[in-house]
């Protein structure tokens, strides 16, 4: 089944969230290991790093049926490791950036990233953002397909945590349906 925005809840994350992210984050972390990826690993990210999200406003949940299925870090503010890219981003406008992006375990491949990422989306065109960046890395395959399915354009290089990551740009389709959240 494919879910729809009807059958969840866009929200931020609450410090009450907080043990079903921290389950979602392991699940996520043991996922990429059997996978032999080395995105996630037990340094990184830690509960001080999804904490710190809360607390500078930037942790969004997607809730099914009370409980929280999936976690994200949506932010309006420049990431700076992004002011060095080996290629070229699509536009100079601001953006919204995408981190840390985990769909629980039970809800995998079930449209759950596609959909935190249209919720981003939204969230961006309705506070008059047109623009969308996330990265990962060359050995993410579950999310370059995630990517390649909202129309993410490859714009180049950047580093993360010391590490290289693929860089992904798309340009968003101004809304007027909507208010300003």
């Known amino acids: 089944k494919i879910y729809t ?5 866009f929200r931020k994350a609450t410090e009450n969230d907080f043990p079903e992210i921290w389950e979602i984050i392991l699940q996520a972390k043991h996922l990429m290991q059997t996978e032999n990826r080395n995105q996630w690993n037990e340094n990184y ?3 001080e790093t999804i904490y710190g999200d809360m607390k500078k406003g ?3 949940v997607l809730e099914h049926e009370g409980h929280v299925i999936a976690y994200s870090a949506i932010s ?8 060095n890219i080996s290629g070229k981003w699509l536009t100079d406008a601001p953006y919204i950036v995408i981190h840390r992006i985990a769909v629980s375990d039970a ?4 449209g759950i990233a596609t ?9 961006a065109a309705t506070n008059g953002i047109y623009s969308m960046r996330a990265d990962t890395k060359y050995d993410n395959l579950r999310m370059l397909k995630v990517f ?9 290089e950047v580093l993360m945590r010391g590490e290289p990551r693929k860089a992904f740009e798309k340009i968003i389709a101004p809304t007027k ?5």
């Not at 925005?5 to 809840?9: A, R, V």
């Not at 959909?115 to 969230?123: D, G």
């Not at 390649?148 to 180049?156: A, E, F, R, V």
């Open 5 to 9: 925005k009807n059958d969840m809840e």
């Open 58 to 60: 930037i942790g969004y």
């Open 107 to 110: 809800m995998n491949n079930k």
């Open 76 to 83: 309006f503010d420049e990431d700076p490791a992004y002011k």
């Open 177 to 181: 349906t909507r208010p300003k959240e």
């Open 115 to 123: 959909h935190m990422f249209q919720e981003a989306e939204r969230m």
């Open 45 to 47: 990210p830690l509960p």
């Open 148 to 156: 390649q399915k909202l129309g993410m354009q490859h714009c180049g």
